[in-house]
């Protein structure tokens, strides 16, 4: 079975400055989809960023990266600049090829907080 | 265009009782996923339907079901509600039709509290 380990239960970055949540996953599949999703206190599941397996460059989306290392099953967001809206949970996700499948297998979170 | 949208927001129920939950896709997605997301914990996923078939289910007992109707809007069940079914129910939805995948839109889900 697949499984997602998020290593940082709560961190905290100053407004401006750069942050990275880590990531590790186990999976015997050779492709397969990594996420990453932001829930606010208003609850709602925010998709961050997201990484396909069989591409070797890292996703970027604004002030949003990730280090994706395949043979050491990792895959780290990094946030730059950060913004006090920025303060949430932080889930990884991991989405295996199972032809359609949307099951979406998450890690416990990180809660991240910007301070001004 | 309108989110995914979920209902009841709140729900209060007690031991041994029975609750639906209601999800709206966005407009033109065929799939529906249910979530379960404990305090504390990430989502775990409990079903997927797409074309009112089911496609996935998670670890969950039989006292959860699901169902999908014509217009691609969704119900969970969960009959027998014991103390730990308090959680965060959330609804994902996506296209899933087309070769590239299309990730899922979730909704601001359903908090049900079991006393």
């Known amino acids: 079975a697949q499984t997602v380990t998020q290593s940082q239960p709560e961190m905290s970055v100053q407004e401006a400055e750069t942050v990275t949540l880590s990531c590790t996953y186990d999976?015997?599949?050779?492709?397969?989809?990594l996420f990453w999703y932001k829930q606010p206190p208003s609850r709602q599941m925010i998709l961050v960023i997201r990484q396909e397996a069989y591409k070797q460059q890292n996703a970027t989306e604004n002030r949003f990266s990730v280090n994706f290392q395949k043979a050491a099953k990792s895959f780290s967001l990094k946030i730059s600049d950060s913004q006090l809206g920025d303060t949430a949970m932080y889930f990884c996700a991991f989405l295996p090829p199972q032809g359609g499948s949307e099951k979406l297998v998450f890690g416990k979170g990180t809660k991240l907080t910007v301070n001004p | 265009d309108a989110g995914v949208t979920q209902s009841p927001t709140h729900l209060i129920k007690t031991r041994g009782q029975q609750v639906t939950l209601r999800c709206s896709p966005i407009?033109?997605?065929?799939?529906v996923s249910w979530y379960q997301q404990v305090l504390g914990q990430g989502p775990q996923f409990i079903f997927q339907?797409?074309?009112?078939?089911?496609?996935g289910r998670g670890n969950f007992p039989d006292r959860f079901s699901a169902r999908q109707f014509p217009n691609y809007s969704s119900e969970l069940n969960v009959n027998a509600l014991l103390l730990g079914d308090s959680a965060l129910y959330l609804c994902?939805?996506?296209?899933?039709?087309?070769?590239?995948?299309?990730?899922?839109?979730f909704g601001d889900g359903t908090r049900l509290s079991i006393l």
């Open positions: 999976t015997s599949e050779s492709n397969y989809y």
């Open positions: 407009s033109g997605h065929k799939s």
């Open positions: 339907y797409y074309e009112k078939e089911e496609r």
């Open positions: 994902a939805s996506s296209f899933a039709g087309s070769r590239q995948y299309q990730p899922q839109h």
